[in-house]
């Protein structure tokens, strides 16, 4: 598999093959001859603002910038409005290699006696204290923030701050301690001037003229006194927290070209990802991950090789009546094991919808590896994904049904639609609620109510009717065989130690399932609520592929153990015990938002808990689904080659 990627990804590079929308574009100066298809013109788009001491993103308008609103916004995938993604024109346009001093952008006026002036100056200020970010583009590149961090080493951040705040005791938050002029207390200080650096790189041999490799950003705060000709050369802007009268912000921008013919073209993003130092950090992941892979494979071949060889043996030497009536352990159960579990309806739906966000996820993650899901495709992760679950309600409908007439179950009906709309149900109800309180607040991540209109029509026009069409097969085609009989009289369980009854069981078993992620689980978190640029999939993907191992080895031995304990309730029970790893989940989630996150705000707090709840839902189908058959497997295997007449 490993070599059949490579060679995927070396023949696109040689047949100079690019993604749809990210192929990459020549820049040439106006004055000069003109290649063919090259721009002059640099165009700069600004995104959403966000920030990690609020869940709530806002429109580049909502803080009353400089905006552009004569040209057409770019449209937007379905990816990037799940993710409040608002990219917008800018009035910053520039010529290429032609630099620029002091060049004055607009001047934003505010009147503290006027409401709407204050209101909007009011905002402003709310979004330094919490610290928001810009997010610029230029040729679908994030304009960086570079500074040192510790051990001598250059963070690049993908936006940089509105401005911040100076307390009452002195005491300078955020960007303010990188300037030792930020000194007035209880005080805002603007960033309203930026200088920016666009790196670029001539592809002299292919006549093809110049391509961006690098564009990044210093924030500056200047006074400005002269707002028709600015000279960036005044104190730091600052605005008093209780100033009232006239107030101005003139905004200006320098600009400077420098070729680089180190970077090509095609890996210009790696300054911003190697300015990330996750790589170690993930190796350590997958070492861990690795070890316990090793010991639950180690403990489930001894159980496969050992017991059950010795076992098997035994019972299929047995030839007398006397010998049968000292059977003992899991051939006890074998008139049992395969009798309907209660609430088998419910199970077959968890187990329908589990399959189709396993298959999902399978799918999403290995187009991510070919890159083809990259950071510079803005939200194609996202709508791979919902598109992707919304095709697959034929497996998910056959799955459910196909179990649920196994099962002896004749509400077939029901089972199709609990396996339509329960799942996704809870989902849409909870996002609709979150979509609710970000339409309150005015937050650009609130779903437009056309957007919701599609989402809804995808899902009714085409999941569903797929649901059905997959229930239609599932049920028309013959029960699953069993390899032995069920008896009539149910077999009374004995009494259970406390290691064998079911509660303990599905706690231990999802310990060791979660110890395999949480490393992985930790940059995931950081990538949503602090806005991290998430970009290892090929780590991704294998600790998907360590997760549903895990989940599956320690599910089996946990069932071996409930079946030799003459315990054959195990349907129920394989689906909890890896489930019940979605609980640590959501109790790691917990632990995260109190340890790691800064976010203050009711509004905020229950964005965080409900969209948590969300993946904490998702991510317990999922993992249920691998422990089911997983032990489905293991127990039809071990009864189909012992003799039971």
């Known amino acids: 598999m490993l070599r059949w990627l490579l060679g995927a990804a070396l023949l696109a590079r040689a047949a100079g093959f690019y993604l749809p929308g990210l192929a990459p574009v020549s820049f040439c100066e106006a004055d000069k001859d003109q290649v063919p298809d090259c721009k002059s013109v640099i165009e700069l788009f600004v995104n959403r603002l966000d920030s990690v001491e609020s869940v709530l993103p806002y429109e580049y308008t909502a803080f009353d910038f400089c905006s552009e609103k004569t040209m057409?916004?770019?449209?937007?995938?379905?990816?990037?409005?799940?993710?409040?993604?608002?990219?917008?024109?800018?009035?910053?346009?520039?010529?290429?290699?032609?630099?620029?001093?002091?060049?004055?952008?607009?001047?934003?006026?505010?009147?503290?006696?006027?409401?709407?002036?204050?209101?909007?100056?009011?905002?402003?200020?709310?979004?330094?204290?919490?610290?928001?970010?810009?997010?610029?583009?230029?040729?679908?590149?994030?304009?960086?923030?570079?500074?040192?961090?510790?051990?001598?080493?250059?963070?690049?951040?993908?936006?940089?701050?509105?401005?911040?705040?100076?307390?009452?005791?002195?005491?300078?938050?955020?960007?303010?301690?990188?300037?030792?002029?930020?000194?007035?207390?209880?005080?805002?200080?603007?960033?309203?001037?930026?200088?920016?650096?666009?790196?670029?790189?001539?592809?002299?041999?292919?006549?093809?003229?110049?391509r961006l490799v690098a564009a990044k950003i210093e924030p500056k705060s200047y006074e400005n006194p002269n707002d028709d000709n600015p000279d960036c050369n005044g104190g730091p802007k600052l605005l008093k927290n209780k100033y009232t009268g006239e107030f101005k912000i003139p905004y200006t921008y320098s600009l400077n070209f420098v070729e680089d013919k180190n970077i090509r073209w095609a890996s210009r993003w790696d300054y911003i990802l190697e300015s990330m130092p996750h790589t170690n950090i993930q190796w350590f992941s997958i070492m861990n991950s690795l070890v316990i892979v090793l010991f639950l494979s180690g403990m489930v071949a001894m159980i496969m090789l050992r017991t059950l060889h010795k076992d098997i043996a035994r019972y299929n030497q047995m030839d007398s009546v006397e010998d049968a009536q000292e059977e003992f352990g899991w051939k006890l159960v074998h008139g049992d094991v395969f009798r309907p579990p209660r609430k088998g309806m419910l199970l077959s739906v968890f187990l329908g919808s589990g399959t189709q966000i396993f298959i999902?996820?399978?799918?999403?993650?290995?187009?991510?590896?070919?890159?083809?899901?990259?950071?510079?495709?803005?939200?194609?992760?996202?709508?791979?994904?919902?598109?992707?679950?919304?095709?697959?309600?034929?497996?998910?409908?056959?799955?459910?049904?196909?179990?649920?007439?196994?099962?002896?179950?004749?509400?077939?009906?029901?089972?199709?639609?609990?396996?339509?709309?329960?799942?996704?149900?809870?989902?849409?109800?909870?996002?609709?609620?979150?979509?609710?309180?970000?339409?309150?607040?005015?937050?650009?991540?609130?779903?437009?109510?056309?957007?919701?209109?599609?989402?809804?029509?995808?899902?009714?026009?085409?999941?569903?009717?797929?649901?059905?069409?997959?229930?239609?097969?599932?049920?028309?085609?013959?029960?699953?065989?069993?390899?032995?009989?069920?008896?009539?009289?149910?077999?009374?369980?004995p009494q259970q130690s406390f290691y064998t009854k079911p509660f303990p069981g599905i706690v231990m078993g999802g310990i060791l399932p979660f110890g395999c992620i949480f490393i992985q689980l930790f940059f995931i978190l950081n990538s949503i609520w602090s806005h991290q640029m998430y970009y290892m999939f090929g780590f991704l993907f294998l600790v998907f592929i360590i997760l549903v191992i895990t989940c599956s080895e320690a599910t089996i031995l946990l069932c071996y153990f409930h079946l030799c304990a003459e315990d054959y309730h195990w349907q129920w029970r394989s689906f909890l015990t890896s489930g019940f790893t979605a609980v640590y989940f959501l109790v790691y989630a917990i632990h995260y938002f109190f340890s790691k996150l800064q976010i203050t705000g009711l509004a905020s707090t229950i964005l965080y808990f409900g969209y948590t709840m969300i993946m904490a839902l998702i991510f317990f189908l999922f993992t249920g689904t691998i422990g089911f058959f997983a032990c489905f497997w293991f127990v039809t295997k071990i009864y189909s080659v012992v003799k039971v007449d």
């Not at 670029?200 to 292919?206: A, D, F, L, M």
Request: charged content about 20%; some cysteine.
């Open 72 to 210: 057409k916004r770019p449209s937007e995938n379905l990816g990037q409005v799940l993710f409040g993604e608002r990219i917008e024109p800018s009035p910053y346009k520039f010529d290429f290699k032609k630099s620029a001093v002091c060049q004055k952008v607009c001047t934003r006026k505010y009147d503290t006696k006027n409401s709407s002036d204050k209101a909007k100056l009011d905002f402003l200020k709310k979004g330094m204290l919490l610290n928001y970010q810009h997010h610029w583009i230029v040729d679908n590149m994030p304009v960086t923030w570079c500074y040192d961090v510790e051990d001598g080493q250059k963070f690049c951040n993908p936006g940089f701050p509105i401005g911040c705040y100076v307390t009452e005791a002195g005491r300078p938050k955020d960007a303010c301690v990188v300037n030792s002029n930020f000194n007035e207390k209880d005080a805002f200080y603007i960033f309203n001037h930026v200088d920016i650096t666009i790196h670029y790189h001539i592809v002299e041999h292919e006549q093809l003229g110049a």
């Open 360 to 493: 999902m996820t399978f799918v999403t993650l290995f187009f991510a590896c070919l890159g083809f899901l990259s950071p510079a495709n803005r939200g194609a992760l996202m709508t791979c994904a919902v598109v992707l679950w919304v095709l697959l309600g034929t497996p998910a409908g056959y799955v459910a049904a196909r179990l649920y007439k196994s099962f002896g179950g004749e509400k077939w009906k029901t089972n199709v639609l609990l396996t339509a709309f329960l799942c996704p149900g809870v989902v849409f109800a909870d996002f609709f609620v979150m979509n609710l309180i970000l339409w309150g607040e005015g937050s650009s991540a609130a779903m437009p109510f056309g957007t919701l209109v599609a989402i809804l029509a995808l899902w009714f026009c085409i999941s569903v009717p797929l649901t059905f069409l997959g229930a239609y097969f599932g049920f028309k085609k013959a029960g699953i065989e069993h390899p032995v009989r069920t008896n009539q009289i149910p077999r009374q369980i």
